[in-house]
Structure formats: C-alpha cells, structure tokens
C-alpha cells in the first residue's frame, strides 16, 4: 500500500511558543501594562531575584506575576490569564490556522495523521486564550494552583532541561504532567505512540536547545526559527545552533504558504512519510 492510500502513521509538530509562535513574551503583551510594569523592570527583577534566592528562573516569574497583581489589588483568575493570552501578537500565516489546515492536509495527502503540540515556559491559561489554542492536541505548559477560580501558586513550571520530558510524554502518548511513572516505564519502541524520528521541532533560542539536541540525536527533526524584527546579534546566536549541530534547519518565523519554513516542513514530512512507508 502507498504511503497515501490511508492514514496510519501518527507524527507530531513540536512549537515552542514565545518567540516562535509569537513575538517576544506573551506576559509582555497586556498583562505587564496592565500591573503599570515595563518589559526590562520585570524581567530584570526576575533575573535578580533568581541569582540572589538560588531558585529556577521560571518559578521566579510565575511567582512575580502573582505578587504584582497582589500588590495592584488584581486577582489572577483563569479567565483573566486567557483574555491577556488573546492579544498575542502571532507571527504571519498563524492568525487565521491557514498554517494548520496546509499542513495537516499535506501530511494528510502522504499517509501521515498529524498532530500539533506546544512545549512552552509560558503560562498555559494565557496560551489557551489565543485563537490558535484549537489546532493543539495537547498544550504543555506552566501553570498555577488555582483556590477556586483565583491563581495561588505554580504548579507547573517548565524551563529549558524540563521540556525535555515532554518529547517523552508524546511519545509515549502520557497527556498529562503528574504520570512520571508511565514516563519511566519500559516502553518497547514499536509500541510508542509517536516515534521520535515521526517529530519536528520549532523553536527560537537557548532555551529549546536541550529539546533540539535530544530530538536530533533520537533520529527526529529541530528547525530554530527567528524573528525578522531581531537584531542581527540575535540572529547570529540563532545561526549558531546550526553550525554547533543543535538544530537541522534555520528559517523566518513566517508561517504563509511558500515560505521557507513551509517548504521545509513539508519536505521533512514528505521524508517522515517515505521512511514510515
């Protein structure tokens, strides 16, 4: 049987979110204005704080954002965190899904049953506000501990070492945070539900290189994608990952149809669809 005569053969597209999906830091967008806080004051307070309490950076900045809010007498609820998610700024030929449809029609028409998951340090309420939330099978993200509707505590934070596990969770087909002992169960490989080598990867920077390398080294895909606005000192880092063997591909975070990063996806999951024949 050719390889599209039928759908049998799952793969996934892997984002990363700030920066890849979306310009700069989605906390960046309505929720800083909105606690009177500028980008640099923030994110130089979380860095300070980090060094001086000897914590992980990721928890320090869900905890900030609590005590800003507490402080301007806001609450943080679910639904507050989804309305700041939906003003993200999201790079071209995302908006309106056309990315989404494009693509799982092409892996459609190769045999392929495409699924698309996030893997992000970002809060996953604020995540879920944007109007691309639907095209995920499964966000995996940093989250609060809710007291009722109101945010009391992170529950989840997720930084660059961490998301590493998550390539496991999908494929092993675990869709939650908590199961770690699904995750350290032996699992013969034919039994996975995702292969590693039926995975691609996108994501922007120093932060996604752990998952980048992993990836390549399990036999699956990275592309390091960039920002055009960026400075040309943030491109060469991007460059990089390239010529250090962390990522397989660089391109323009632009996600229209005939882009340069819509023609390597597609030829990535041509060959996914021809090595799973």
């Known amino acids: 049987m050719s390889s599209t005569e039928g759908i049998e053969k799952k793969a996934a597209i892997i984002y990363d979110f700030d920066g890849t ?8 967008c309505s929720f800083l204005p909105t606690m009177n806080m500028r980008r640099e004051e923030f994110w130089g307070r979380v860095k300070e704080m980090t060094k001086r309490e000897d914590a ?28 700041h998610g939906r003003s993200a700024p999201l790079f071209p030929g995302l908006e309106d899904c056309s990315w989404f ?61 961490t998301k590493t596990q998550y390539l496991f969770r999908i494929n092993k087909g675990v869709e939650n945070h908590w199961n770690n002992n699904a995750i350290n169960a032996y699992m013969p490989k034919r039994t996975r539900l995702i292969p590693f ?13 752990p998952t980048m390398k992993m990836l390549t080294y399990q036999g699956g895909h990275s592309i390091a994608v960039y920002d055009e606005q960026r400075e040309k000192r943030d491109l060469e880092k991007i460059h990089r990952l390239i010529s250090d063997d962390r990522a397989d591909f660089v391109a323009p975070a632009n996600y229209e149809e005939n882009s340069q990063l819509d023609i390597i996806v597609k030829g990535i999951l041509g060959r996914i669809a021809h090595l799973s024949v």
């Not at 999906?21 to 960046?28: F, I, T, V, W, Y």
């Not at 309420?125 to 505590?153: L, N």
């Open 56 to 83: 992980d950076e990721i928890l320090v900045y869900m905890h900030l954002m609590l005590a800003k809010a507490k402080e301007a007498k806001i609450e943080v609820t679910k639904e507050m965190l989804r309305e």
């Open 197 to 209: 080598e039926r995975m691609i990867f996108l994501g922007d920077g120093d932060t996604d290189i």
């Open 101 to 161: 449809t494009r693509i799982n029609a092409f892996a459609e028409g190769h045999g392929l049953d495409l699924q698309h998951y996030i893997i992000s340090s970002g809060i996953e309420e604020m995540i879920g506000g944007c109007t691309i939330q639907p095209a995920f099978h499964r966000i995996y993200a940093s989250k609060y501990i809710y007291d009722g509707d109101v945010a009391s505590w992170p529950g989840v934070a997720i930084n660059y070492t």
């Open 21 to 28: 999906l979306a310009r700069g830091n989605l906390q960046e």
